[in-house]
Nanobody, 123 residues
Framework: QVQLVESGGGLVQAGGSLRLSCAASGRTFSDYVMGWFRQAPGKEREFVGFISASGGWKRYADPVKGRFTISRDNAKNTVYLQMNSLKPEDTAVYYC????????????????WGQGTQVTVSS
């Protein structure tokens, strides 16, 4: 499996921006679909978006569409989540995840996970 480490979380005011990074190691990064998920206190983990192995196909959850952008640099074994126009309801622990095969939106479809990074948006 691929090992994943997220970074870039923090505290930001509403309307601000953050960029999360997820560095991968251990396997051929370019073989993997990468997903971003988040989990707020007391809530289930929810899908944020995915990017295909080549980077040519992306999909986002409705709450973040138009505000968040996923990109990847296969030469650097890194996937990014650019978050703009942040809202207090975006507050959560953000996780990156990896899977081989076709892109998917279910957490159960991803076999490798990072440890998560906290994002807090103040109003």
């Amino acid at each position: 499996q691929v090992q994943l480490v997220e970074s870039g979380g923090g505290l930001v005011q509403a309307g601000g921006s953050l960029r999360l990074s997820c560095a991968a190691s251990g396997r051929t990064f370019s073989d993997y679909v990468m997903g971003w998920f988040r989990q707020a206190p007391g809530k289930e983990r929810e899908f944020v978006g995915f990017i295909s192995a080549s980077g040519g196909w992306k999909r986002y959850a409705d709450p973040v569409k138009g505000r968040f952008t996923i990109s990847r640099d296969n030469a650097k074994n890194t996937v990014y989540l650019q978050m703009n126009s942040l809202k207090p309801e975006d507050t959560a622990v953000y996780y990156c995840a990896a899977r081989r095969g076709v892109p998917a939106m279910g957490a159960e479809d991803f076999g490798s996970w990072g440890q998560g990074t906290q994002v807090t948006v103040s109003s």
